[in-house]
């Protein structure tokens, strides 16, 4: 992993632990960014602008589903993990027939949406993370929660495949952190990000939509790319897959960002990277236990949350002696993220800084 | 205008009158973007990161409200006219009271909401653009169309502003290419492009929601920063401004593109560029009529098109010559886009290459 970790500039300086948040970003990312941006100055934004553009959509695309074990056709490209999430919420047609279960520690682009449904009259029941999957009862229709808790590392219990009720995964620590299956989750839908831990560009994401869900959610506002023909007006028909859900415009320098990231990602084995970081986040939190910190109940994921008197005052003093962590606000947590190109090094220096 | 002309490496060699789709990218706000690219892999995205975002974002915002004529609490900040017009429209409670009286020559990012608008219940009344006042009666309930027309370069009927039902206006093509105020327009929304008159980058946009509005229109999917306080989980509040319907996640380098983009504009006195694009297009109109074309029904904007016997083939052959325009799909027309960079010279090669 030292090549991957050499693709990042910061980390020959800074213990950069905050990937959950946003990744370190690899030069080969700002290369790929600056040689559109020329490209576009020199040659304008003219057909062959559009052509590279659709080039670089169609390559992070597949990178994406190889990435989430499904089909190329299932995966929309999107913003951010909010914009997909909300993409979902807003096209299903929820109203006081529904009760959706989710949990107490969702992040707010899972809260806003489903706070949305409960203004169109769905009753909202949140319970304990770990509690989800007994929480589903006979008048459940949909579970909307995290892949992976980010505020504890937790991963979403196992049994939530088999409910029978559609399930929705936001998976903003999922994936690019730890192996993704979609179809072994048995999810309806999973939303997640470029900028974590996948390194890529603010403002990138991904939608996952199981094919047979795809019928249920209204693609709610629908733009150019959306249809399989947009000159027939309004007897255009929407894109069969689900790039019927694109978000209508990525910039050109962005997409080509994140695909670099991407490919640095792969070219150190994605199967590699994936496995080594929870390895080595394990091995973070036992060293803070062996410490005496009380480290939040977590799986086998990339995320360690412990408690400390004053978080926010905890992950500025660290930010001084360069060791890069976040609070949660609302929480007793400062959180560190632990990925592959992290090492052993940026551990020690997290606890001495401690 | 030959300091501002000057900010764009393109227009040394092409005639580029294709600003309508993207404007030409001044090299300044290539820059702009490679300096906040270099500053996120070699700062890490923390903390400042977010600030700097922030300040971008409160930048490129207060230049859209002043643009629009508006207070910059009215203004969110999309990624493209397509977005701002969806989320007006998905957000709206419309069925089947509804009547949404619109033209037959609107683009797709306004004709996909109003197919999911119908899918809901509401009649949709398509007539001739120059049509749409009249066309307004005792069942309507809104108004939605363009204020340019795309195709034809046509302004929106200004009775429009005195009909009593509310005004949607889809503006791609007229914030940055002619004077706009959403005041005297008297429209409830107003979405617009930062990448097409504006030379900013793909990816970037605006939508002002009028305060007396804004309560009809709910925020269908919040994020994070939609809440004037997210860490009340789901007692959180949206913020009582426009910000309530930011798009999820800009990236740093993209609101730094176009807020270099609007910059070079503001250089180069902003009521100036307004008032010499349709002068110059409005030449450009009667050069082509002169040469016997028959140049579209237009109004005193920055689209010029024009009747051809195969418009593709025209864009591809004015291509080779480095005149760039653009053909409409589904009509007789090409069109070229005619900013306040272009020069006579740039007809000229244009008039020559036809």
């Known amino acids: 992993m030292s090549a991957l970790r050499s693709a990042f500039p910061i980390l020959e300086r800074v213990a950069y632990l905050n990937a959950g948040t946003d990744g370190p970003v690899p030069q080969a990312a700002q290369q790929a960014a600056v040689r559109e941006l020329a490209s576009q100055v020199e040659q304008g934004r003219t057909t062959a602008h ?3 553009r659709f080039e670089l959509q169609d390559g992070l695309r597949t990178g994406y589903a190889e990435l989430l074990g499904c089909d190329v056709a299932d995966i929309a490209l999107s913003t951010s993990t909010s914009e997909g999430i909300g993409k979902v919420l807003a096209g299903l047609d929820v109203g006081a027939d529904d009760e959706i279960v989710t949990s107490t520690d969702e992040h707010p682009g899972l809260i806003g949406p489903l706070i949305a449904a409960r203004a169109r009259g769905a009753r909202i029941r949140a319970v304990p993370f770990t509690g989800l999957a007994d929480a589903v009862g006979p008048a459940t229709t949909l579970v909307a929660t995290s892949h992976v808790n980010w505020r504890t590392g937790e991963l979403a219990p196992p049994e939530l495949a088999d409910t029978g009720v559609p399930l929705i995964l936001d998976g903003a620590q999922g994936a690019g952190a730890i192996p993704v299956d979609v179809l072994k ?3 309806a839908a999973y939303a997640a990000s470029g900028q974590k831990w996948l390194c890529g560009a603010d403002g990138t994401g991904m939608l996952y939509l199981a094919p047979e869900f795809r019928e249920r959610v209204n693609a709610i506002a629908p733009s150019y790319l959306s249809f399989a023909d947009a000159s027939r007006g309004f007897e255009s028909e929407l894109k ?3 790039r019927r859900y694109d978000t209508p415009s990525l910039a050109r320098e962005v997409i080509a960002f994140s695909l670099a990231a991407l490919d640095i990602l792969r070219a150190a084995d994605l199967s590699a990277v994936l496995a080594r970081g929870p390895v080595l986040a394990a091995t973070l939190a036992g ?7 009380t480290v939040a109940p977590r799986g086998h994921t990339t995320l360690v949350a ?5 978080p926010e005052a905890t992950r500025d003093r ?3 002696a360069d060791v890069i962590v976040r609070n949660l606000p609302g929480t007793p947590y400062v959180r560190a993220s632990v990925g592959a190109w992290s090492s052993e090094d940026d551990l020690d220096r997290l606890l001495d800084a401690l």
Do not use: P, Q, V
């Open 50 to 52: 559009f052509e590279r």
């Open 185 to 187: 989750l048995n999810c």
């Open 240 to 242: 069969a897959d689900a």
């Open 287 to 293: 060293r803070l236990e062996a410490h005496g910190r």
């Open 306 to 310: 412990w408690e400390d008197d004053d």
């Open 318 to 320: 660290l930010a001084t």
